[in-house]
């Protein structure tokens, strides 16, 4: 994803509470890319590959979530 789409995205994502329990969250354009990817290829959350740096596939849904 080009820093120009994400510009424009970025705004539309709500922001992150003050003080979120637990290790910092994985970022919001990593955690997007991984929503994509999965999208995009009809795949399962979990047989994203790992390898490609979206970190869990689980994050990754419970971000979508939000």
């Not at 919001?28 to 994509?36: A, F, K, Q, S």
């Not at 990817?37 to 979206?54: K, S, T």
């Amino acid at each position: 994803m080009d820093d120009d789409l994400w510009a424009l995205i970025e705004p539309l994502l709500p922001p992150w509470p003050e003080r979120s329990p637990g290790p910092l969250p994985v970022s919001d354009r990593l955690c997007l890319r991984g929503i994509l990817f999965v999208l995009h290829n009809d795949i399962a959350w979990q047989l994203r590959p790992l390898e490609l740096g979206f970190d869990s596939g689980q994050t990754c849904w419970r971000r979508l979530d939000r």
